[in-house]
């Protein structure tokens, strides 16, 4: 269940034991299920990240979190109102039109899509922010910033982390979240994808096919 390439970061030996054990104690439903609470991992191994975009925690609706920060399953609809304003922003920014919400596809690209909590009992939002998941979040910032990397924070909450970043030849991108009660305080029209794609190409480095 741990994703091996992960498997060296302290949070693995000094906090999962308890956090798995608060896990299977839970009388509730906890999303995503087990086989998908490393999902974002899994599909973006350290070597390969090259973009970290930090979210919060699942959503807590079931049948939409499958591992992943912003994305869903691709049957899902409509979309969360924070992706449909990633959306927007995407369309604006690069004119491109995603198909669907699954951002699975960005993930294999190198694009690490980290909730700060890899849990949430259904319906009950933030009802694991208090668990100790930080704590691996703070480990991968470590981690993948000892080479140069971009990092999208959106909000207040993401935003908080940044010192979890080592100092180095960054991209750090802050704006408000995405969210319907921000989006229009400076997340649109931040180009956030096009940004990105810049700083890439400028280091000689491929550019994310944010529509792939």
Not at 115 to 144: C, F, M
Request: with cysteine; aromatic share 8%.
């Amino acid at each position: 269940m741990i994703p091996e390439s992960w498997a060296h970061l302290p949070f693995f030996t000094r906090d999962w034991p308890r956090i798995a054990a608060a896990l299977a104690a839970e009388t509730r439903m906890i999303l995503p299920s087990a086989s998908k609470r490393f999902a974002a991992l899994d599909l973006t191994p350290p070597d390969k990240v090259r973009v970290v975009i930090l979210g919060q925690d699942p959503y807590p609706t079931p049948g939409h979190a499958h591992g992943l920060a912003f994305s869903v399953e691709p049957d899902l609809r409509p979309l969360p109102r924070s992706l449909n304003n990633i959306y927007k922003e995407l369309q604006d920014d690069l004119d491109i039109t995603r198909p669907n919400g699954d951002l699975r596809g960005w993930a294999r690209q190198g694009v690490l899509l980290l909730n700060t909590a890899l849990s949430v009992p259904a319906g009950d939002a933030g009802g694991h922010a208090k668990l100790g998941w930080q704590r691996l979040t703070e480990d991968i910032l470590d981690a993948v910033s000892a080479t140069p990397c971009a990092f999208i924070l959106w909000g207040g909450h993401a935003q908080k982390l940044r010192p979890h970043i080592r100092p180095g030849d960054h991209l750090v991108i802050e704006t408000a979240h995405p969210s319907p009660l921000s989006a229009r305080r400076g997340f649109f029209g931040s180009r956030p994808f096009s940004r990105v794609n810049g700083w890439l190409e400028a280091r000689g480095e491929a550019q994310v096919d944010w529509g792939g």
